[in-house]
């Protein structure tokens, strides 16, 4: 599989492949040629949470904060690629005493442009918030990151999100004497026709089997007249056998669910000046979800380098936009201590 911007020839000498750009992340963004971006990902400054020095989220209006960032949010849609995706991390806050909701409005109104879809709220749980002893309200662990698509057609591939997880055991002990005992109790107990109870024990024998086997992790059983209709169930499916056959057997094959939750701790770098700075680890696992290797990302808010870092790990190429001269130093600095992962952007995979 080959890398290839849509719409742009020489795109390697054209954009400013890896690198970090000192300025008005507005004005810059409007140097990219249309759909020539796999995925942006990007950690605006929130609203009036932190002094950056100057530029966004120091609006005093919550209203005002979200139609400026809109104002951006219309480049990234340019920008991104048709099969591309935008990921958009944004914090709350409370003014007098009120949580003003602001991930949410910013969401909803990117969805009312009718330029994209949102696809995921995906909720970062940080595992060790800021320790705050508030008396009238719990403390804050949790944001989220909202993925926007351009099409249906968006670069998907879901068995790479989380892959490091432990996966479910596979290899604990059976007891053949019980496994499935009770099923066969209930089959008995039921309402089945005779025939009915025949075919059920006859399945339940051979999953039961397939699992003794290790050819299946686990299974369920409902029973027509014991167990409630699976939630959700549709004519064609478990619905319609428990009708047809009174009993229906789910196999479960030990395949990670993979859930809407990404847990890390938050970073913290000795000497760095960036006051939030989030986890590499978490651009991580959006690169794996939403990016083919080689591929170009941006980071229009590029911080304390975090996006760049992952993507240097992972053989994604990077541009990044930063307002703050400071930051832009630092996070070079930060990048040039990483290992590269030798790809080259557009080469064969």
């Known amino acids: 599989m080959q890398y290839i911007p849509e719409n742009a020839q020489n795109v390697e000498d054209s954009l400013p492949i890896d690198q970090i750009i000192c300025g008005d992340n507005l004005e810059l963004i409007q140097q990219l040629p249309d759909c020539s971006i796999q995925l942006v990902i990007t950690s605006p400054p929130y609203f009036q949470q932190r002094d950056y020095g100057s530029g966004m989220g120091n609006e005093t209006d919550v209203n005002e904060y979200i139609n400026t960032l809109l104002s951006l949010f219309r480049e990234c849609i340019r920008v991104v690629r048709n099969d591309g995706s935008i990921v958009f991390n944004i914090g709350d806050k409370y003014m007098d005493s009120n949580l003003l909701l602001v991930p949410y409005r910013f969401a909803l109104a990117a969805t009312e442009t009718g330029l994209v879809t949102l696809v995921n709220e995906i909720t970062w749980v940080k595992r060790n918030p800021t320790p705050r002893q508030f008396r009238r309200r719990l403390v804050s662990s949790t944001e989220p990151f909202f993925h926007f698509v351009k099409s249906k057609d968006y670069y998907y591939d879901l068995n790479a999100f989380l892959a490091q997880e432990r996966s479910p055991k596979q290899t ?41 086997q290790g050819e299946t992790h686990d299974f369920r059983m409902k029973i027509r007249g014991i167990h409630a209709e699976p939630f959700g169930g549709q004519i064609g499916g478990r619905t319609l056998q428990l009708k047809n056959k009174g009993f229906t057997i789910i196999r479960m094959h030990g395949n990670k669910l993979k859930r809407d939750v990404i847990e890390t701790s938050v970073a913290a770098i000795k000497g760095n000046k960036h006051p939030a700075i989030y986890p590499v680890e978490v651009v991580e696992e959006f690169l794996n979800l939403l990016t083919p290797p080689g591929s170009l990302v941006l980071d229009p808010f590029m911080g304390s380098g975090s996006t760049a870092i992952a993507c240097k790990k992972l053989g994604r190429h990077y541009i990044g936009y930063d307002i703050n001269a400071e930051y832009c130093e630092d996070a070079r600095q930060r990048i040039s201590e990483t290992p590269n992962a030798s790809l080259r952007l557009f080469e064969k995979k």
Do not use: P
């Open 172 to 212: 604990r002990k059976k007891d053949s004497t019980k496994l499935g005992q009770r099923y066969f109790e209930l089959i008995e107990e039921s309402e089945l026709s005779k025939a009915e109870k025949t075919v059920a024990r006859k399945e339940l024998t051979e999953v039961i089997q397939e699992v003794l």
